[in-house]
């Protein structure tokens, strides 16, 4: 199970490096979702709405790798997500569902049960005043796997929104800080990037998991860039649509003379 879990395999061992990319598209059902990557040799990882132990037991009993919460605030709410994750004794996790064994690999439920506790991954991500206040002590909860960072939220929750791409001085202290936290407590850190030159940054300064691409607005830049290329440069833009203009002008001066 450790082995078919890719993301916690990259986590534990070899470099500690590991990218991936977010689906934001809407779908119909998470767990269509969840094995669809989990069948392309893909560690799926759910994003869940809040820390709500339901949500959390909904998420893993459809087979994702891991489960990534975001807006925590205190080390209360690490231990809280902690229980509703892991299976006794560590935590309160309810037993039985059918469908996370055939995204291992086509466990059986017995091997499930004795071996998710180390195999799944638990991320919480820092992106609140109080999170970022009380880091250290998240940190040190065990059964945390990730800190993650969403600069976004982060930045506007602490006076210093990114605004044109741009971070302040102090925003990018709270992120170094996150990072520190991190690597002292033995636990790996994320960040959630905006393009694959950002990423590659965020993988010099040693972050272990980085998203490089979003679907929705990949899908919307490739796009641009398709059309663009297809128009060709600016000033062969200019002159088609002049040319299209003349033409156009020139139907309705026939047609006012009819």
């Not at 004794?89 to 086509?106: A, Q, T, V």
């Not at 091997?111 to 998240?138: C, F, G, R, S």
């Not at 990730?146 to 600069?151: A, C, E, M, N």
Request: charged share 20%; net charge neutral; glycine share 10%.
């Amino acid at each position: 199970m450790q082995a078919a879990n890719r993301l916690q395999k990259a986590l534990k061992t070899g470099s500690g490096l590991t990218f991936g990319a977010w689906q934001m598209l809407p779908d119909s059902a998470m767990h269509e979702a969840v094995a669809a990557i989990a069948a392309c040799g893909v560690s799926p990882i759910v994003r869940l709405a809040a820390n709500e132990g339901w949500m959390v037991k909904r998420a893993l009993d459809s087979g994702a790798h891991g489960i990534i919460v975001p807006l925590l605030q205190t080390v209360e709410d690490a231990k809280k997500l902690v229980q509703s994750a892991k299976f006794p004794p560590i935590g309160n996790r309810g037993f039985g569902s059918p469908f996370p064994m055939e995204k291992f690999g086509g466990q059986t439920q017995t091997e499930y049960l004795q071996q998710a506790n180390d195999a799944l991954v638990t991320i919480v991500q820092i992106e609140t005043k109080e999170a970022l206040e009380n880091v250290d002590a998240i940190a040190k909860v065990p059964g945390i796997n990730v800190l993650f960072v969403g600069p976004f939220d982060l930045g506007n929750n602490i006076g210093h929104s990114i605004v044109d791409g741009t971070m302040h001085d102090e925003l990018k202290e709270a992120i170094a800080k996150i990072q520190r936290a991190a690597k002292e407590n033995g636990k790996s850190s994320g960040i959630y990037s905006t393009s694959g030159d950002q990423a590659r940054g965020f993988a010099d300064q040693g972050f272990n998991m980085v998203s490089v691409a979003t679907d929705v607005p990949a899908l919307s830049a490739h796009m641009i860039s398709s059309l663009t290329a297809a128009r060709g440069s600016h000033v062969h833009l200019a002159l088609n649509m002049g040319k299209g203009a003349v033409s156009g002008l020139a139907k309705m001066t026939k047609q006012s003379e009819q």
